[in-house]
């Protein structure tokens, strides 16, 4: 199983950037795939999450909002949009699935990075004030 997230970059405060993560080896059936980012010097924190049927959506509170989270199973692929950015969403974003057949997994589940059985390499977002 691979994920590959891609699309970041360099943008000014209050602008916008979308980031993809495409999966190989893995279909999205039966995952929930959750993005997570990590700034300098801190925890990586959790971002959003979307499953696979529904399909239902989570955010942090920090990106609530602003962020949206949606899969596209044609191409296999979680997109993130992410508009009205802040320098504090300056951070290596991570997309990650956590294995879930009944699609019954809760906020609290999917916002705990340990609980997530595949993780991709980051893309930097840097946000400039």
């Known amino acids: 199983v691979q994920l590959q997230a891609s699309g970041g970059g360099l943008v000014h405060a209050g602008g916008s950037l979308r980031l993809s993560c495409t999966a190989s080896g893995l279909t999205f059936s039966y995952y929930t795939m959750g993005w997570y980012r990590q700034a300098p010097g801190k925890e990586r924190e959790f971002v959003a999450a979307i499953t696979w049927r529904g399909p239902s959506t989570y955010y942090s509170d920090s990106v609530k909002g602003r962020f949206t989270v949606s899969i596209d199973n044609a191409r296999n692929t979680v997109n993130l949009q992410m508009n009205s950015l802040k320098p504090e969403d300056t951070a290596v974003y991570s997309c990650?699935?956590?294995?879930?057949?009944?699609?019954?997994?809760?906020?609290?589940?999917?916002?705990?990075?340990?609980?997530?059985?595949?993780w991709g390499q980051g893309t930097l977002v840097t946000v400039s004030s």
């Open positions: 990650a699935a956590v294995h879930d057949p009944w699609n019954s997994l809760t906020y609290t589940y999917v916002a705990n990075r340990h609980n997530y059985d595949y």
